[in-house]
């Protein structure tokens, strides 16, 4: 589920170069910026605000700092990581006016301590049945929608950490820099979430087997 970006300088060899352009205004860079991650930091803060209009306001907030910031910017953490804290920082904040904020430590010790699991080597490889069969693109297109649906449904943390590693690539250490978690925490709740979605994938292709 991990997004790749079509720009050589989206990537992390070309990460200086993409800073320095930044730094020096490049317009044209900064709006392939825009485009590979807007997306992203909408579907990351939806974890923290309830509606999408103030999710796109966060992300629009972003940018602006991100303008503001890039001449600060010591490329301690990379560039993607960076962008993400803003976000996540932008978001609770919103999220707290809305009275919806839970610190992610407490959701992961809380609200997912009875979460039934699967064991982690599951998720090695396609789901079962998966590559075979005339209907494989078909599903896959269908499949792709109903892992968002899952995602949409988890609880903030769950989603905000499978968001991060899984969608967006994000290691395990920069996943729990990002939201501020242990690594432990962020363990527990990208198991739950995977597991969630793993299993509706599953449920899926077995009906579809069997329809």
């Known amino acids: ?11 992390p060899r070309g990460e200086a170069r993409l800073i320095r352009s930044l730094q020096a205004g490049d317009e044209a860079v900064f709006a392939a910026i825009v485009a590979r991650y807007h997306s992203a930091m909408v579907r990351l803060a939806l974890s923290y605000v309830r509606q ?11 940018w602006l700092a991100v303008l503001q910031g890039i001449g600060r910017f010591q490329q301690r953490s990379s560039f993607q990581t960076w962008l993400f804290k803003i976000l996540t920082n932008r978001a609770k904040t919103r999220g707290r006016r809305e009275a919806r904020s839970v610190p992610m430590s407490a959701l992961a010790s809380v609200e997912d301590a009875g979460d039934a699991a699967v064991d982690p080597d599951r998720f090695q490889g396609a789901p079962r049945a998966w590559a075979n069969g005339p209907e494989q693109r078909l599903l896959a297109t269908e499949a792709h929608g109903l892992i968002l649906e899952v995602i949409s449904g988890l609880s903030a943390a769950q989603r905000a950490v499978i968001t991060l590693r899984d969608i967006e690539g994000l290691t395990a250490q920069e996943a729990s820099e990002v939201l501020e978690l242990s690594d432990v925490n962020q363990r527990v709740l990208l198991h739950r979430a995977r597991s969630k979605v793993r299993q509706a994938l599953e449920d899926y292709i077995d009906g579809a087997a069997g329809g």
């Open 1 to 11: 589920m991990s997004s790749c970006s079509a720009s050589p300088l989206l990537k």
């Open 52 to 62: 999408q209009s103030v999710a796109e306001e966060v992300a629009q907030e972003t």
